[in-house]
């Protein structure tokens, strides 16, 4: 770890000076090295050589990859924390706190004598847009304003009627993709059944964390992701996948058809997927939107709506910020979702506080 040192001051020093765009790390050799990355400090370039595990600790880094047999690069992505990402060898990558501070703890092998420069990952990295962080502001804003959770402390009802309907769902491990703050998760683990949370909020599912630890829920973990790649998932390591109103929260088609995709790859032949959906007025019978008609023309991504919270068995409004959503006709749906290879099992129309006017459908990835 000797070395590691040399590697810190290195980054210190750029972090103070106005050349941080450039790093040359191609005079430290190293195996196990933590960072702190800010935005501010620049970018670090892992040379093409170099096989690494990379891992953040706290807060979430852009990651920008270049195929350096192609010189492409890659659309760079957000890594959250506790998600591994597997760099391999022909890949040169950059990397930089996305907000905030980052820690991140890179292990690896590599052969020194490259000199290495910044390329054009700045640019590329700021088309990140705040997408990810809207929920994360979302959820401190509610915690702020002195409620406990912005969703109910209850399952989704469909859900649970949809558990009672197909006893199939109540078995083997389960993923509850956009968890938020794990009521779902949390319900499914309490009935014993072994389940894994995603979520992009750290804020989110720290909230999820300390409920299961309260409950002293020992069958239920939560990790940090996008489900746009579920990129910590292995393929055919699920029985059950729950997308339960996160889906209608991803409006660029090309990111819904890549999260449906996922979900087919990481369920195994016969799992199930079931997914609840708005299909028309998003934000109509939700509860936090008592006056669904007073606000309906300011249902604009990025205008300021009041929403209504529990705070201590009050109901107060607090101004939040309307996010991308996406209404789709069940049809629609069924066969968007059918058409990456999934059959319909059972649809229903539901009316819950929090998704109001919704379609829950079950799909069934063929046994093979
Ligand atoms: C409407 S909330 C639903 C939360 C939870 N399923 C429930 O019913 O209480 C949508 C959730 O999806 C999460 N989300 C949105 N886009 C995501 C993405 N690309 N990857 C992971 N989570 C995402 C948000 O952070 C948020 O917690």
Redesign the pocket.
Known sequence: MDNVNTLSDLFKQLAESDTSQRLAINTVSFKTARWRLTKKSGIIVLPHQIEAILCVETNKIDLGEVDTTRSEMMEPFLLGAGEPYYKKAGIRLLIRAAKGDADVVIYMSWQPGEQIEQKAFQEAADSLDDYYFG?DQRYRRVYDAGAQLW?SDQP?ASLVNMLQKHFELAKGRIVDL????G??SLYLAQQGLEVTG????SV?LGRARELAHQLRLQTVRFIES???YLRPIADSSYDVALN???LH??TDTKQRSRHIQRVFEILKPGGYFLVDHCKSDWGKGFYSIPDYDAVAKDLIPGQVIPRRVRVDGQEVDIPLEVLPHLDQAPEVLIDEICSHGFDMVDTESSNTE?FGNSAVVLFRKPNL
């Open positions: 929920y969703e989704n956009g968890c938020g703050e009521r779902d995603v979520d992009i909020s989110a996008d489900v746009i339960m109103g996160c929260m991803l929090a």
